[in-house]
T-cell receptor, first 115, second 116 residues
Framework: EAGVAQSPRYKIIEKRQSVAFWCNPI?????LYWYQQILGQGPKLLIQ????????DSQLPKDRFSAERLKGVDSTLKIQPAKLEDSAVYLC?????????????FGPGTRLTVL | AQSVTQLGSHVSVSEGALVLLRCNYS??????LFWYVQYPNQGLQLLLK??????LVKGINGFEAEFKKSETSFHLTKPSAHMSDAAEYFC??????????????FGAGTRLAVHP
């Protein structure tokens, strides 16, 4: 089966610019996650969707970050405006269900560099 | 609140030697525990997980981990390292049965180097 797809793989922008990332989860997976992985750290959950509804966005900087999953399938994460500290790898993951034992499958990530 | 501590940001072993990557967690509820591996420029791949039952868990590529509740540990081991094991390894915890959502809390990671 196809894995989690993300695009672009790399993005370089100037600070204060906007950027958007796209994620297509594994077919049939109801739960979708966006993580931020700063160099030298483990991934940190930004937002979690169950179908097209948000179930956890407690660590999403809502003044500049937004995400949507309008049709309950693919998702976009936007940063507007970007700051230097947003430089990181943004990982998308999906799981069949939201329960804690369910494996999360990760995409390859988008590496963002903010200059 | 839950947290994960991985002791040693870098571990170096010789090919054929024992691999031991340490993970300690804190959780107010029975946790689910995971080990993920990340190869350069790739996403995370699940190595193994503990949910309930047997505390010694076997995973892919010859890795295994043991859940020790009394020590709040979930250390990852492999008897004989291979060059292809060089990667970054992340330990993670989720709330388990008491938590409705599959929220993973990751440790900072351990980079494993394997030399000839």
């Amino acid at each position: 089966e196809a894995g989690v797809a993300q695009s672009p793989r790399y993005k370089i922008i100037e600070k204060r610019q906007s950027v958007a990332f796209w994620c297509n989860p594994i077919s049939g997976h109801a739960t979708l996650y966006w993580y931020q992985q700063i160099l030298g750290q483990g991934p940190k959950l930004l937002i979690q969707f169950q179908n097209n509804g948000v179930v956890d966005d407690s660590q999403l900087p809502k003044d500049r970050f937004s995400a949507e999953r309008l049709k309950g399938v693919d998702s976009t994460l936007k940063i507007q405006p970007a700051k230097l500290e947003d430089s990181a790898v943004y990982l998308c993951a999906s799981s069949f269900e939201r329960g804690g034992r369910n494996e999360q499958f990760f995409g390859p990530g988008t590496r963002l560099t903010v200059l | 609140a839950q947290s994960v501590t991985q002791l040693g940001s870098h571990v170096s072993v010789s090919e054929g030697a024992l691999v031991l990557l340490r993970c300690n967690y804190s959780s107010s509820v029975p946790p689910y525990l995971f080990w993920y591996v990340q190869y350069p420029n790739q996403g995370l791949q699940l190595l193994l997980k503990y949910t309930t039952g047997a505390t010694l868990v076997k995973g892919i590529n010859g890795f295994e981990a043991e859940f020790k509740k009394s020590e709040t540990s979930f250390h990852l081991t492999k008897p004989s390292a291979h060059m292809s094991d060089a990667a970054e390894y992340f330990c993670a915890v989720s709330p388990g049965l008491s938590g409705g959502y599959n929220k993973l809390i990751f440790g900072a990671g351990t980079r494993l180097a394997v030399h000839p």
